[in-house]
C-alpha cells in the first residue's frame, strides 16, 4: 500500500451520467495529481492543487472538474463524457515541488459507454 | 516543457539475465529522475530515484545511473526474476511541479 486510496476501482457510466472519482492520501502531503493512463501512451498530468489550491489545469475539457477540499481528498467530477474518456485514472499526492516524490493510488479503471 | 523519451518500449529478457532501460531528457535543469515500476491492475511505484549530484545509485538487484552532461539517466536490473516482469517508468521535473514521464517499458522475464 502506498498511502493513496482511490474510489471506485472500476466504473461503467453511459454518455449522459454523472460520477465522481475520489481521492484520499494518509501521507501527509499538500500536493495532489490527476493523471489520465491510456493504451500507449505516456502518463497525462490533469490536474495539480497545492495546498488545495489548483495550480495546473493542463488544457482538460470541462467535462472533468476537480474539486480539492481539503490536502487529503481530491474528486474529479464527470460529467457528459466521451467513450475516448475511457482509460485508467490515477491519483498521485507528493510534497509541494516537482523535484519531490509522487506516491500514486491504485487508479480508476473508467469505462464511458 | 520537458521532453522524456524512454527506449525500449518492449523487452524480453531470460531469467537471471540483466535488464537496462534508457531515458533522455530535454530540461537541463531537471535534478531528480524516478523510476516506477507498474504491475497489472495496480498504479505506478516508486522502485528507485536519483537526483543531479550523483551519478549512481544502487538498491539490492536495482540501480540507477546518471549521466547529467548527456541528459541520460538508466536503470539496470539484475539477476532478473520473473516477478520483475512489469511496466517500467522514467520520469524527470518540469518545472516547479510537474513530472513528465516517459513511455513505458513492458518488461517480460522469460523463465
Known amino acids: 500500500e502506498t498511502g493513496v486510496t482511490q474510489t471506485p476501482r472500476h466504473l461503467v457510466m453511459g454518455m449522459t451520467n454523472k460520477k465522481s472519482l475520489k481521492c484520499e492520501q494518509h501521507?501527509?502531503?499538500?500536493?495532489m495529481y490527476w493523471y489520465k493512463q491510456s493504451a500507449k501512451k505516456p502518463l497525462e498530468l490533469m490536474f495539480v492543487?497545492?495546498?488545495?489550491?489548483?495550480?495546473e489545469n493542463n488544457s482538460v475539457p470541462s467535462r472533468f472538474s476537480p474539486e480539492c477540499p481539503n490536502s487529503s481528498h481530491l474528486f474529479l467530477h464527470l460529467h457528459t463524457l466521451q467513450p475516448e474518456d475511457s482509460a485508467l485514472y490515477l491519483c498521485?499526492?507528493?510534497?509541494?515541488?516537482?523535484?519531490?516524490?509522487?506516491?500514486f493510488g491504485p487508479g480508476t479503471r473508467l469505462l464511458v459507454l | 516543457g520537458e521532453n522524456v523519451e524512454q527506449h525500449p518500449s518492449t523487452l524480453s529478457v531470460q531469467e537471471g539475465d540483466s535488464a537496462v532501460i534508457k531515458c533522455t531528457y530535454s530540461?537541463?535543469?531537471?535534478?531528480?529522475f524516478p523510476w516506477y515500476k507498474q504491475e497489472l491492475g495496480k498504479g505506478p511505484q516508486l522502485i528507485i530515484d536519483i537526483r543531479s549530484n550523483v551519478g549512481e545509485k544502487k538498491d539490492q538487484r536495482i540501480a540507477v545511473t546518471l549521466n547529467k552532461t548527456a541528459k541520460h539517466f538508466s536503470l539496470h536490473i539484475t539477476e532478473t526474476q520473473p516477478e520483475d516482469s512489469a511496466v517500467y517508468f522514467c520520469?524527470?521535473?518540469?518545472?516547479?511541479?510537474?513530472?513528465?514521464f516517459g513511455t513505458g517499458t513492458r518488461l517480460t522475464i522469460i523463465p
Open positions: 530540461d537541463s535543469a531537471s535534478n531528480y
Open positions: 520520469a524527470a521535473p518540469f518545472g516547479n511541479e510537474k513530472l513528465t
Open positions: 501521507l501527509g502531503h499538500n500536493a
Open positions: 498521485a499526492s507528493s510534497q509541494v515541488g516537482g523535484s519531490e516524490t509522487q506516491y
Open positions: 492543487y497545492n495546498f488545495k489550491e489548483q495550480t
